[in-house]
Nanobody, 124 residues
Framework: EVQLVESGGGLVQAGGSLRLSCAASGFTFDDYAIGWFRQAPGKEREGVSCISSSDGSTYYADSVKGRFTISSDNAKNTVYLQMNSLKPEDTAVYYC?????????????????WGQGTQVTVSL
């Protein structure tokens, strides 16, 4: 059974930090790119960050560049998203997703597997 399980969300004050984890199982982790998406109430889901399986390249949305860092521990089949200098506009449900081909970076429909999401709330 394929599973992506996010954890690490919570409530934090603006300027604070959180580290999200995405634990994968049931598929060949090394073959898949892992992306983080988020969806705020009333807004469309948007891509946040992604790490490529082929060469470890990392990608970030402009809104999080310099504040978020994605990393992968292939031994643990886990991808992390370190989020620093959090802002209220970062408040959303954060999802991780796996994509075998990574042809279109931020097209959520291209991703093959999804987690259930973890809530991140940033207060003033």
């Amino acid at each position: 059974e394929v599973q992506l399980v996010e954890s690490g969300g919570g409530l934090v004050q603006a300027g604070g930090s959180l580290r999200l984890s995405c634990a994968a199982s049931g598929f060949t982790f090394d073959d898949y790119a892992i992306g983080w998406f988020r969806q705020a109430p009333g807004k469309e889901r948007e891509g946040v960050s992604c790490i490529s399986s082929s060469d470890g390249s990392t990608y970030y949305a402009d809104s999080v560049k310099g504040r978020f860092t994605i990393s992968s521990d292939n031994a643990k089949n886990t991808v992390y998203l370190q989020m620093n200098s959090l802002k209220p506009e970062d408040t959303a449900v954060y999802y991780c997703a796996a994509d075998l081909l990574l042809l279109r970076l931020w097209v959520s429909g291209d991703y093959d597997y999804w987690g259930q999401g973890t809530q991140v709330t940033v207060s003033l």
